[in-house]
């Protein structure tokens, strides 16, 4: 078991382990006594032996279905809805058990009701493990854009067991894969050279691989985090990749999955930062080869105008300007509002299948 310490305007515990057997004695230790469980159908079809161990103690379990469609206000409404019918009170601690989707929505939901419940992340996909469960961010998608409402409210603890990602499909766990490498490549050259130099283990699911790279990515989340928790100026950083990968994923109607989409923004933004001189060649390949290791996506079949306009609507826009992560080396980058609409539509026509 390895556990970091999140020191945001909450301080919290992020517990990686591989198991479920320590889980009562982390809840009880941090004094969450009565949950409501917030889940969708395939994790509750799945992972029976956790709501078994939670019930008891539950005030109530809502199941949504899975997937991006559903991340939006109806689902939150009815979120909201069962927790009066079940009696939620200021007493009672959010737990969300799930991936991407059922984080945000449950710690929405923890956030507004009641001006604030307790909450607990319980990720269970490589994408919610690595990423989304830590740092705060919570929120649902309107009109198709991504994450267009939402807010920042940070989880009393973190809960991460390994052992779900085993359970993945294979589109699923490399969906993952993309958040993973995009820590290496923008934050962390030796986890870079450690995902390059260990990609069949990771990609078999070693469990000692699962541990570290899970570990690696919540260990820079969150230093990144502590630096800048309202997402103000540093913590852009991890958002390489997301500027066109959200306008791809919004395009494609949630279709192309999360991973997938960011995948292929990396790849065109990684693009970008070659051609601006900002990275060489070896730097650029390196980034195609892994992420093409992992059967990731690097190119799309998609009309560039219906990306272009999501992206104009993406949230980290300020004023006109499109904002844009762009490396300078692996493990670093820099965030830049400099790159015309004309630069990125050309370049997208490179990724064109």
């Not at 057997?21 to 509750?44: A, P, R, S």
């Not at 409404?77 to 959010?94: F, G, L, P, Q, W």
């Not at 080396?329 to 997208?348: P, R």
Request: glycine share 8%.
């Amino acid at each position: 078991m390895k556990e970091i310490k999140i020191k945001a305007s909450k301080e919290y515990d992020v517990i990686i382990t591989s198991g479920w057997h320590n889980l009562l004695f982390q809840l009880e230790n941090h004094k969450l006594k009565n949950f409501y469980i917030i889940t969708d159908e395939n994790v509750y079809n799945i992972h029976k032996t956790y709501f078994d161990l939670l019930t008891d103690k539950a005030s109530g379990i809502f199941i949504i279905k899975a997937g991006e469609d559903y991340k939006n206000y109806d689902t939150i409404s009815m979120i909201y809805e069962d927790m009066i019918k079940k009696k939620v009170n200021r007493k009672t601690a959010v737990i969300a058990i799930g991936g991407g989707v059922v984080g945000d929505l449950a710690g929405f939901a923890a956030s507004t009701f009641m001006r604030g419940l307790r909450f607990v992340q319980i990720p269970t996909t490589l994408i919610s493990q690595c990423d989304s469960s830590i740092g705060g961010k919570n929120g649902y998608n309107f009109n198709y854009i991504k994450n267009l409402i939402g807010n920042i409210y940070q989880p009393d603890l973190v809960y991460i067991d390994v052992n779900f990602l085993k359970t993945l499909s294979l589109r699923e766990y490399i969906n993952g894969m993309a958040e993973v490498i995009k820590y290496g490549f923008v934050c962390n050259k030796d986890f870079f050279n450690y995902l390059n130099d260990n990609k069949k283990g990771i990609m078999e699911r070693e469990a000692d691989k699962l541990l570290h790279i899970v570990y690696e990515c919540v260990k820079i989340k969150g230093r990144v985090v502590e630096e800048d928790e309202l997402d103000t100026d540093k913590r852009h950083i991890l958002n390489f990749g997301h500027t066109i990968g959200h306008g791809i994923e919004s395009a494609s109607d949630f279709n192309i999955l999360h991973g997938e989409a960011v995948s292929i923004g990396m790849a065109a933004e990684s693009f970008i930062a070659l051609k601006l001189g900002l990275i060489d060649t070896k730097s650029y390949d390196k980034l195609i080869s892994l992420l093409k290791f992992f059967n990731l996506p690097v190119k799309f079949d998609l009309k560039i105008e219906n990306i272009l306009e999501y992206i104009k609507k993406d949230k980290k826009k300020i004023s006109n300007d499109n904002k844009l992560v762009l490396p300078d080396g692996i493990g670093h980058a820099i965030i830049t509002s400099e790159i015309k609409e004309s630069f990125i539509h050309e370049t997208l026509k490179e990724f064109t299948k």
